[in-house]
T-cell receptor
Framework: GNSVTQMEGPVTLSEEAFLTINCTYT??????LFWYVQYPGEGLQLLLK?????DKGSNKGFEATYRKETTSFHLEKGSVQVSDSAVYFC????????????FGQGTRLTINP | DAGVTQSPTHLIKTRGQHVTLRCSPI?????VSWYQQVLGQGPQFIFQ???????GRGNFPDRFSARQFPNYSSELNVNALLLGDSALYLC????????????FGSGTRLTVV
């Protein structure tokens, strides 16, 4: 079946550091890939998405590239801020059939000033 | 524009009781999905509804049921509550299906004692 594996957290960085959160997936066909972010006490917010191989999703300085050859969708940001502290979830879905999101376990990110 | 709204925000129930959670999607969104997020884990898919019809069901017992109304709002019902049902229940809506990204509500925090 479909599954998503994220790098284990928690991840702690200093402000302005470079961020990478690894995400790999197992799926049939060509899924759509997403990064969602969850701030304390809130629901999930869509951060970025990519719907086909080699697509690059970007938003708020975050980027991720859909790599079919390595089945990966790693999240990167060049210079993190304290306000980026949150839990990040990688997810996939297929646009046909049961349109459910399959999530990774989440990576807690803490940025220290 | 109002986002996805869920009610109540918090709820405490006793084992064996029944609970109803409510969700109003973004105006114009015809697809609603429900997810369960246990503390420290990624959300797990429970149901998807589109145009009042069930389009997908996750691996949850029959104690869980849902429905979608003509105005596209939705209810999630859980019977015979167990301690393990304690979680954040998230509702998400979409106008084009999961492949284009869902918008999530802030969730209902259910505690079963």
């Amino acid at each position: 079946g479909n599954s998503v594996t994220q790098m284990e957290g928690p991840v702690t960085l200093s402000e302005e550091a470079f961020l990478t959160i690894n995400c790999t997936y197992t799926a049939t066909g060509y899924p759509s890939l997403f990064w969602y972010v969850q701030y304390p006490g809130e629901g999930l917010q869509l951060l970025l998405k990519a719907t086909k191989a080699d697509d690059k999703g970007s938003n708020k300085g975050f980027e991720a590239t859909y790599r079919k050859e390595t089945t990966s969708f790693h999240l990167e940001k060049g210079s993190v801020q304290v306000s980026d502290s949150a839990v990040y979830f990688c997810a996939l879905t297929h646009r046909q059939g049961a349109q459910k999101l399959v999530f990774g376990q989440g990576t807690r990110l803490t940025i220290n000033p | 524009d109002a986002g996805v709204t869920q009610s109540p925000t918090h709820l405490i129930k006793t084992r064996g009781q029944h609970v109803t959670l409510r969700c109003s999607p973004i105006s114009g969104h015809k697809s609603v999905s429900w997810y369960q997020q246990v503390l420290g884990q990624g959300p797990q898919f429970i149901f998807q509804y589109y145009e009042k019809e069930e389009r997908g069901r996750g691996n949850f017992p029959d104690r869980f049921s849902a429905r979608q109304f003509p105005n596209y709002s939705s209810e999630l019902n859980v019977n015979a509550l167990l301690l393990g049902d304690s979680a954040l229940y998230l509702c998400a809506s979409s106008d084009q299906g999961a492949g284009y990204g869902y918008t999530f509500g802030s969730g209902t925090r259910l505690t079963v004692v």
